[in-house]
């Protein structure tokens, strides 16, 4: 089905990728959003808020985060799409919270504009350290969604894809972006609503008494009741069965922590999405996401202005994880160079998924910041001159930690 014309903003924008995101929630049929204020996420919650009236939607600021998320879920099975917003320590506290949606299988989705870390770290400056902990926070086994976009239209496009997917599968969707994407402003196209495809939500299209809220139909997703029509739940965090009362057979709390993983891993293929570019013959492939993706293209024009045959390849869906793309290109890469603002997250699943085939550089970057384009190409070149091969991941220095690293030398003499 097609957005509500009511919940469509269509026009052409000049907006950040906050805002851009909080029209996309609303032009997905959102109608609640629970939040608290966060640098720098707390635009998009704002700018929800300010339009929220034309949708008929609402936006609540909570008292914490961990009643904002707590009340998104609840807003879910009260029957509306629902998100909540958030950075580094709100992220945090939403995580026990947000395993219990997983368990519930609770269609929501959750907006991470990432800044540095850990605890306060630095509030108002980019970071792209909370990818692992998108995919592990919780306990237990549970598979997610998670894309990583790299602009302000990025941003307006996938809010709205992951409210559908949310819908698909039943589960929370995380959209991880940056604070660098999160306030850059550009021109952000938002079309009419007939060209904006909206997922409804499934329900149940039988008889209140014969309602089960977890028994799958054959694609491993369970319908939803739709709320006020007398349909009677049993809603546990437990690991439980059809009905959704707590398993007391082995077997069959297995079976139901096993759809909730198979639900996602057996449509992998449908839900990632990368961006590849002169991947065939590259000598070097650089793997990146967010904002580093695009940093990442100024150091590639300068390493092919040496002769390097370098391809790009861009993750907009961080999990599920592009196993199978990144086994493929390792069977004729030479290596892979990964930027990221952290230290060290997806360059180690880049190097799981090679299988020891090709060298993986990691260009780190502690954050606040975004990196050198030098950097980058300085990283693609050595990994075309290193003729071993690496034991792991390789950690190239940037200039700026090399430069701090001779100032403790020299201090230190």
Not at 173 to 185: L, N, P
Request: proline share 6%.
């Amino acid at each position: 089905m097609n957005a509500n014309p009511r919940d469509v903003l269509s026009g052409t924008h000049y907006i950040d990728g906050d805002v851009a995101s909080g029209f996309g929630a609303l032009a997905a049929g959102c109608k609640f959003i629970a939040g608290y204020p966060i640098t720098p996420s707390t635009e998009a919650a704002e700018a929800f808020a300010r339009v929220a009236y034309k949708g008929n939607a609402m936006f609540i600021q909570m008292e914490d985060e961990l009643a904002s998320v707590s009340a998104v879920v609840g807003a879910v099975w009260s029957g509306v799409k629902s998100m909540t917003i958030t950075s580094g320590p709100g992220y945090s506290l939403m995580m026990e919270t947000f395993g219990f949606a997983a368990m519930l299988e609770t269609p929501m989705v959750l907006l991470n504009i990432q800044r540095g870390g850990p605890s306060t770290g630095v509030p108002t400056k980019t970071g792209q350290a909370d990818i692992m902990q998108s995919r592990w926070g919780s306990h237990g086994d549970y598979e997610i969604i998670a894309f990583a976009p790299e602009s302000p239209q990025e941003l307006f496009d996938y809010t709205v894809k992951a409210f559908n997917l949310a819908e698909r599968y039943r589960c929370p969707v995380m959209i991880m972006s940056d604070e660098c994407v999160g306030h850059m402003t550009e021109k952000v196209v938002i079309p009419a609503a007939d060209r904006i495809e909206i997922e409804p939500r499934r329900f149940f299209k039988g008889q209140p008494g014969q309602y089960s809220p977890f028994k799958p139909d054959d694609d491993l997703v369970p319908p939803m009741a739709k709320a006020g029509d007398g349909y009677n739940l049993y809603i546990s965090g437990r690991a439980h069965n059809d009905q959704g009362m707590p398993y007391t057979n082995e077997e069959f709390k297995l079976r139901c922590i096993r759809r909730l993983v198979d639900k996602i891993k057996k449509n992998k293929e449908k839900i990632i999405e990368l961006r590849e570019e002169n991947t065939k013959d590259a000598e070097v492939v650089v793997v990146a996401y967010g904002i580093s993706s695009r940093v990442a293209v100024r150091g590639i024009e300068l390493a092919r202005e040496k002769g390097i045959k370098v391809g790009q390849l861009r993750l907009v869906t961080i999990w599920p994880f592009p196993d199978e793309r990144i086994a493929e290109l390792s069977q004729t890469a030479k290596a892979f160079v990964v930027p990221e603002i952290n230290y060290g997250q997806i360059a180690f699943e880049v190097d799981r998924c090679a299988h020891g085939r090709s060298n993986v550089v990691l260009v780190p970057h502690g954050g606040a910041g975004v990196h050198n384009p030098d950097d980058i190409c300085d990283a693609i070149e050595y990994a075309v001159k290193h003729k071993e091969p690496l034991e792991g991941v390789h950690e190239y220095k940037t200039r700026l930690e090399r430069k701090v690293f001779e100032e403790k030398m020299r201090i230190a003499e």
